[in-house]
């Protein structure tokens, strides 16, 4: 019986790339690895040998070109360390954590982040320099991972902050640490955040879950509730997260200007509101240093399509001028979430809708959430058989770069797709009594 041969593992093609030699193997055909020189033993009986560098798989044809850069990248390395010497044991310099943190604000304007993400970078960076002065620490140099399991644990103990919180610290001294690493150049070795946020989920007691799905029945148990109580905002500010996904802070600065029964959109745009008009908390939360309002959207700029729905509840409303919000508290401010969401929950509790008993006062209490009707929304969407890119559009949603490109979305296919939305509300819940 004759002997089946078996593939060669041996290496079948060898690239040299200045000092660094390149192996394929048939087994991988573009599995690479690279080597470099090095002097062992000491005093006179010192041998040069070949030490391994670095092993690396691939699959793909195409990522042989970029093991050959990579390859020229550390043959570079190895010449600056043989004939410049001195460059190799020169020492990091020290740079100011706020100097860097400052430029890494910088970069990310670049990107056009938005101003909430960058704000809340601003806010846990700043949080972490103050803590380290007041330590006698102001280098980048002197962040480390046991610093940062004490600065989490000061976060716990002196804010009461809960871990999950502790996690987005986490992110952004992780994310700056990318730039300051990959980009700079400023420290080198490891990211000190690397596996902090993963140690930290892992610590929870709990772990955190998705918010539940909303069907329409429980959406119309909670417009029943509210109409028994005679509150028409929250009836109204229900069908328009419903039907326009809107995050409760655009519905805040939603203003009449922004509506155009005639196209059927409301335009959800930068803007530069009456600060005496803006609640307090609002000014420091969601306006920039100029005074300026910025959705918290891919493009800062979208669409809402205005539903039939929605139009009956506009007409009902009974508008100011164009620079008056649309949703007013009783003393003609800008309606406050925390109040709001008081109201609903109320509401939901009364009609038995996503009901549990709470973890500290033992008493039942509802888990609806505004955020969670904007859920909702995408789910009817869905059911609705509006296309993703078509939904992710109008909700403010990073849409995928190939369908940015090639969607060719109109603003007349917009609506047009728009006008099948069906969120499921009754509309017999909606009629004035």
Not at 401 to 415: C, E, M, S, V
């Amino acid at each position: 019986m004759a002997r089946k041969e078996r593939s060669s593992n041996h290496r079948v093609k060898t690239e040299r790339v200045g000092e660094v030699t390149l192996f394929l193997t048939r087994r991988s055909p573009y599995w690479w690895m690279y080597w470099e020189e090095f002097e062992s033993g000491k005093g006179k009986k010192r041998r040069r040998s070949l030490r391994r560098r670095q092993v690396s798989r691939s699959t793909r044809e195409t990522d042989l070109a970029f093991a050959r850069q990579v390859a020229g990248r550390v043959n570079e390395e190895l010449f600056k360390k043989k004939q410049f010497p001195e460059l190799a044991k020169a020492k990091e310099r020290p740079v100011l954590l706020r100097t860097a943190t400052a430029g890494f604000f910088e970069y990310l304007e670049t990107l056009d982040r938005s101003h909430e993400h960058l704000k809340n970078l601003k806010g846990r960076l700043g949080r972490l320099a103050d803590w380290m002065e007041g330590r006698g620490l102001r280098l980048v140099q002197d962040v480390s991972p046991v610093l940062l399991r004490e600065f989490m644990q000061h976060l716990k103990k002196v804010y009461g902050l809960r871990s999950s919180t502790v996690n987005d610290y986490l992110d952004a001294v992780h994310n700056f640490f990318g730039y300051a690493i990959h980009k700079r150049k400023l420290v080198t070795g490891p990211n000190p955040a690397a596996t902090g946020r993963q140690a930290e989920l892992d610590r929870l007691p709990e772990r955190t879950l998705p918010p539940p799905t909303i069907y329409p029945d429980q959406i119309n148990a909670i417009i029943e509730a509210a109409g028994r109580h005679n509150d028409t905002q929250i009836v109204n500010l229900i069908v328009f997260i419903c039907e326009g996904g809107f995050r409760f802070q655009e519905v805040q600065f939603l203003q009449v200007g922004d509506l155009d029964l005639k196209a059927r959109e409301i335009i959800l745009d930068v803007k530069k509101p009456d600060l005496d008009r803006v609640r307090p908390e609002l000014q420091q939360r969601c306006l920039t240093a100029d005074g300026l309002w910025v959705p918290k959207s891919r493009a800062s700029r979208r669409p809402i399509h205005i539903t039939d729905r929605m139009a009956r509840v506009i007409g009902r409303m009974g508008l100011g001028d164009s620079t008056d919000w649309l949703f007013l508290n009783q003393a003609g401010r800008q309606v406050a979430q925390n109040k709001t969401l008081l109201r609903l929950k109320a509401y939901a509790l009364e009609a038995n809708v996503l009901v549990e008993m709470h973890a500290r006062t033992g008493k039942p209490w509802s888990l609806m959430k505004w955020h969670w009707l904007r859920h909702y929304h995408r789910t009817r969407a869905h059911v609705s058989k509006i296309r993703r890119e078509v939904s992710k559009v109008a909700m403010g949603h990073a849409a995928d770069p190939i369908h940015d490109h090639y969607r060719g979305l109109d603003r007349f296919a917009f609506h047009e797709e728009y006008a099948k939305f069906d969120s499921g509300i009754d509309d017999r819940l909606l009629e004035q009594k």
